[in-house]
C-alpha cells in the first residue's frame, strides 16, 4: 500500500515537473535560434542573429557600439530598450529596417548610424536627442522626419567656436552626401522652426515643416487653411495682427522676412506679411 501511495505521488511528481521541464526544453531550442549579443558594460559590441530577422535588444544595454548590426542585411526589426542613451557610428548601417521606435532615454545618434536602410521611411528624434551626425545617409526611401527636441539654442550650439557644451544640442546633417530619393519631409516644433532650417539650410531633398502643418495644406497666403488665397485671408490676417483672432496658420502667412539674409520663413508674422498678402489677393483677382 505505502508503496503505491509513493509510486502514484512520485508519477504525480513527474507530471508537475513535466511542464516546466517541457517548457525549458522549448525555451532552450529556440534560445539556439535566437540572436546573441556580445555585452561589457552596457555596451553591446557586436551580435550573431544566427538567421533571426528581428531582434530586441537587452535591457541593460546602455550604447549600441560602432558597428554593431553592420551589413546585417536580414534585420528587418530592432526593438530598443528605454534606458538606451546611445547608438554608435555604423550601427546599423546596410541593415534592411523598415521602420524604427527609438527610445525616450536616447541622447547620441553616431555617424551613418542608420546608413544605407533602404527600406526606412519614417522615424521620430526623441527631445532627448542632443547629437547626432549625418545618420540616415543612403535612406533613400525615408521620407518622414519628425523631431521633438524644441532648443532655441540649436544655431548658436552650431555657430560657437568654443564646441558645444556636454548637454548642449549639436545636430549636423541629416543625409550627406547620399540624399534621400523623395523630397523628405521633416517635421520640426513650431516655436524653433527657424533654428531648425537654420541648422539644416543646405541640407537637400529635406523640406522641413512645423508640427501644426502636418495633415494641413501648406499654400503660401492661405491663412486660413481652405485651400485657397482670398481677401478672408487678409481679413484673417488683419485681425491677428490687431489681437482679434488667434488661430492663423502662420506658416502659410509668413510670407516675407524683414531680413533681406533669410530666404526662407522667419518664424514671425508682421504688418510686412500682411502686405504681401494683400499684394498677392490683388494679382489674383487682376489675373
Ligand atoms: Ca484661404
Ligand atoms: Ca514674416
Redesign the pocket.
Known sequence: MKKSILLFMTSVAMVLSAVPFGANAEDNDSAEKQAEFSITDGILTSVNLNGETSVVIPDDVITIGAGAFSDCSELMSVVFPEGLEEIGKNAFDKCNLSSVELPESLKVIGKDAFAENTELKEITIPEGVIRFFEPFEGCTSLSDITFKREDDKLVDTLLSSYGPAEDDALYLGLFGDNVSEELCKVFVPDSVYCQYIQVFQNECNAFFIPESMRDKSILDGDVNGDNDVSIADAVKLQNYLIGKDSDILWFNA?????YPYLNFK?G???A??LIELKKLVINKGIE
Open positions: 509668413d510670407l516675407v522676412s524683414e522667419e514671425r508674422i508682421s510686412f506679411d
